[in-house]
């Protein structure tokens, strides 16, 4: 992955990350504004909370709703591939 941290704006968007190597799976996905947390078995489409999550061998795609709150909302992600880990954050500024 290019980078640890994906910052977007608070409007609604999708963005398609490149990813090399082997192919992934997202093991869990973690609200870090709520602590709020969940675990997937090989899920490849992902709905959680105001994020949605699609991925194939070598693209993650991130559909993010309106943050219609004034304050960022924040959730990180731990991706898998064999006994390699990495988790990477996905932060929405809130709206202004």
């Not at 640890?4 to 990350?17: C, G, K, L, R, S």
């Not at 994020?51 to 990180?76: P, Q």
């Amino acid at each position: 992955m290019p980078k640890d941290t994906f910052e977007y704006a608070y409007d609604e968007q999708t963005d398609t990350i490149a990813v090399q190597g082997k192919p992934f799976i997202v093991n869990s996905i973690c609200d870090m504004d709520s602590g709020s947390f969940v675990s997937f078995a090989h899920e490849n489409d992902i709905q959680y909370k105001w994020m949605n999550v699609n991925f194939t061998n070598s693209e993650l795609v991130l559909s993010l709703a309106e943050n219609s709150k004034v304050d960022k909302r924040r959730m990180w992600m731990w991706l898998s591939s064999g006994d390699y880990f990495k988790k990477i954050y996905i932060v929405q500024d809130g709206k202004k």
